[in-house]
């Protein structure tokens, strides 16, 4: 069955960086784009960035754009996030969520459990 | 960026009944190629992550009883449960996927009354 897998979560101070990944198994890694989405404490959803399939194509939401890049390792079928320069706005739930089709702009299938990144001094 | 507005906040409905989720679109999500509207919705229940409900506005995932339904089109969408259940208390998302950024409605909380 699909599995979506995130860790790297934690606490950090401003200004300071993370990376997180999240690891998929349970089907063809290669053939799906991903998604970053995240959830403030009691909040809503933000989707955050996309990479296609092969890793070519990538957007941004503009709140993160500069400062955070979305990747992927077909060898070890790893969706990564790395974070820079972190804002204590960026402080939410990150979940890793598979595209719903073959493209990189639809809806989200597949969810991980999500990780928890914490932006504070 | 396209804004995603849902109605009501919040609801509560007694076991059996009828809700009814709004989602309006500040411009068409109607993807012309396909005739199609690209419109999603989702249900996250406390301490888990979303879960897919319905895509392309109308055509429900795999799984999903038929008591969810999502109708509407342009720019006014609607997710309608047809009787509600106690394990469908949540809060419901509506989020497009016609251009980016990616984006998502506020949310409705749905309870029991």
């Known amino acids: 069955q699909v599995q979506l897998v995130e860790s790297g979560g934690g606490v950090v101070q401003p200004g300071r960086s993370l990376r997180l990944s999240c690891a998929a198994s349970g089907f063809t890694f290669s053939s799906y784009a991903f998604h970053w989405v995240r959830q403030a404490p009691g909040k809503g959803l933000e989707w955050v960035a996309v990479?296609?399939?092969?890793?070519?194509?990538?957007y941004y939401a503009d709140s993160v754009k500069g400062r955070f890049t979305i990747s992927r390792d077909s060898s070890t079928n790893t969706l990564n996030l790395q974070m820079n320069s972190l804002r204590v706005e960026d402080t939410a739930i990150y979940y890793c969520?598979?595209?719903?089709?073959?493209?990189?702009?639809?809806?989200?299938?597949?969810w991980g459990q999500g990780t928890l990144v914490t932006v504070s001094s | 960026d396209i804004v995603m507005t849902q109605s009501p906040d919040s609801l509560a409905v007694s076991l059996g009944e009828r809700a009814t989720i709004n989602c309006k679109s500040s411009q068409s999500l109607l993807y012309s190629s396909n005739n199609k509207n690209s419109l999603a919705w989702y249900q996250q229940k406390p301490g888990q992550p979303p879960k897919l409900l319905i895509y392309w506005a109308s055509t429900r995932e795999s799984g999903i009883p038929d008591r969810f339904s999502g109708s509407g089109s342009g720019t006014d969408f609607t997710l309608t449960i047809s009787s509600l259940q106690a394990e469908d208390v949540a809060i419901y998302y509506c989020q497009q996927y016609y251009s980016f950024p990616l984006t998502f409605g506020g949310g409705t909380k749905v309870e029991i009354k």
């Open positions: 969520a598979r595209d719903g089709k073959p493209g990189y702009g639809d809806w989200f299938d597949h």
């Open positions: 990479i296609s399939y092969d890793g070519k194509i990538q």
